[in-house]
């Protein structure tokens, strides 16, 4: 009979490794953790915008304090046209150049008695109203009106004192605009229901003394407007006091 060897036998009950679980505390803390840390990232981003639109209404407050708000000025140019003033410094904008030969043989009218001058080419016919008024017209320009012996459109040039711009405006009543002529002080007058190609000037000298009123009014087709209003306006930007 062979020897029999017992083989061991399995052991029973073996306790089984113990999972760890989570107690409901800590589930909760985690959670917590959690909240919190979207909070902080929230708060981060928040502050961050804020902080972005605060710096950028600061730097468009500066900006917009720095920028220099330039006053309704106008100056008048040879070409009888107008600039403003632009630019950090408010500088008068350049004028359009005109052709020094278009006016190389223009005439000189002088007023003795109130002490200025105007040049005008010789197309142009100045009247004489009295020894301080003048009417100035186009010799082609059609005459009307008291048996044909107004002209439809012209400019004159009228005295309006010696108190300054202030009284010398006759029309104070409309939208004046400050402008220079030549470097001298005026008032540019247009009338807001009238035509484009009706205005008025005042003019004084240095001492803002002597008034000077040219007053542009022309009338007939479009074209004839245009081309008179050019003119006359050509003729009041050469106007100098002596």
């Known amino acids: 009979m062979e020897n029999q060897t017992d083989l061991p036998l399995p052991e029973k009950d073996l306790p089984l490794p113990e999972?760890?679980?989570s107690s409901p505390s800590q589930k909760s803390?985690?959670?917590t953790n959690i909240l919190k840390?979207?909070?902080?990232?929230g708060f981060i981003?928040?502050?961050?915008?804020?902080?972005f639109l605060i710096g950028g209404f600061v730097l468009g407050l500066n900006e917009s304090k720095d920028q220099t708000v330039c006053t309704q000025e106008a100056k008048m140019c040879s070409d009888g046209s107008y600039v403003g003033r632009s630019g950090p410094n408010c500088e008068f904008a350049k004028c359009p150049s005109l052709d020094s030969n278009q006016t190389a043989n223009w005439k000189t009218y002088v007023n003795t008695v109130l002490g200025y001058e105007i040049k005008y080419p010789k197309?142009?016919?100045?009247?004489?109203l009295n020894e301080r008024d003048i009417l100035v017209t186009r010799?082609?320009?059609?005459y009307g009106g008291q048996e044909g012996k107004?002209?439809?459109g012209g400019m004159t040039i009228y005295y309006r004192g010696d108190e300054g711009l202030e009284k010398g405006n006759d029309l104070p009543g409309d939208p004046a605009t400050k402008t220079t002529i030549n470097g001298f002080p005026?008032?540019?007058?247009?009338?807001q229901q009238a035509s484009p190609y009706i205005n008025d000037i005042f003019i004084s000298d240095l001492e803002n003394k002597r008034v000077i009123r040219g007053s542009i009014n022309t009338a007939g087709d479009r074209g004839y407007e245009e081309s008179s209003y050019k003119t006359f306006s050509q003729i009041l930007s050469t106007f100098r006091f002596d």
């Open 139 to 142: 010799l082609d320009v059609p």
């Open 45 to 51: 981003l928040a502050s961050g915008l804020i902080a």
């Open 186 to 191: 005026a008032l540019q007058v247009k009338y």
């Open 37 to 41: 840390s979207k909070f902080f990232l």
């Open 123 to 128: 197309d142009i016919n100045i009247e004489k």
């Open 19 to 21: 999972k760890e679980l």
């Open 150 to 152: 107004v002209p439809t």
């Open 29 to 31: 803390n985690s959670k």
